[in-house]
């Protein structure tokens, strides 16, 4: 089945580094924890690349004497310090409305953990743009593993493979290939790139004008 040929139903977004510009606030309260917990901060260029994935590949990766519960905790206990920091990336409210002027059923998907989404949805006024928020609490595996985005597509009664998810990073990538939904890299190359989130919400309007019903 061609792309055209397809029958879209949900968008799921990832919510750091596509709705939400957090870099910065992750980027500050990662030094931080590393540093509470008696690391060295690592760079810029290193953060980045690991950017987007679970709090359990954290501490796999930089803090592996330490539990993921208190690496979690911590998170949690200083987020309020560092949420100054976050920015609603420009058109998101415009794009979650659009979807569902389109008629889809819309989701989150985030590595977060759920305690941290409700604060940041919250903080955004956010709350009531989704039909279901998938967390790092709510699956035994979370992103690269395609589990977050099959319980997201079951919790709206979809397929994945007449869903879109919107991903930042080679972790989203994983995990939508692994799920078999189509995947719109936002400003991360794809079969689908789109630059900015005004792009997105033309690219699924133009897709739904050609997509059979």
């Not at 794809?190 to 989130?197: E, G, K, P």
Request: one cysteine or more.
């Amino acid at each position: 089945m061609s792309r055209s040929d397809k029958t879209y139903k949900a968008v799921l977004f990832d919510l750091d580094g596509v709705l939400i510009d957090s870099y910065a606030a992750w980027f500050h309260q990662f030094q931080q924890t590393l540093r509470h917990f008696g690391y060295n901060s690592v760079s810029e260029e290193e953060f980045r690349k690991h950017w987007g994935q679970s709090t359990e590949d954290d501490v796999r990766i930089f803090m592996p004497e330490m539990t993921i519960e208190a690496v979690r905790q911590y998170f949690y206990d200083q987020y309020d310090e560092y949420i100054e920091y976050l920015r609603l990336e420009t058109n998101a409210i415009e794009v979650l409305e659009a979807v569902r002027g389109y008629g889809l059923r819309v989701g989150c998907v985030t590595n977060s953990h759920r305690d941290i989404v409700v604060k940041t949805l919250r903080h955004f006024s956010m709350e009531g743009y989704f039909d279901t928020v998938v967390t790092a609490d709510d699956v035994s595996m979370p992103k690269p593993q395609p589990e977050m985005i099959i319980k997201a597509c079951s919790a709206l009664a979809v397929s994945p493979h007449n869903t879109v998810f919107v991903g930042d990073t080679e972790t989203d990538v994983k995990a939508a290939v692994g799920a078999g939904c189509v995947f719109v890299g936002y400003r991360i190359d794809a079969d689908t790139r789109v630059d900015s989130l005004g792009e997105l919400s033309s690219w699924l309007r133009r897709m739904l004008s050609t997509s059979v019903v």
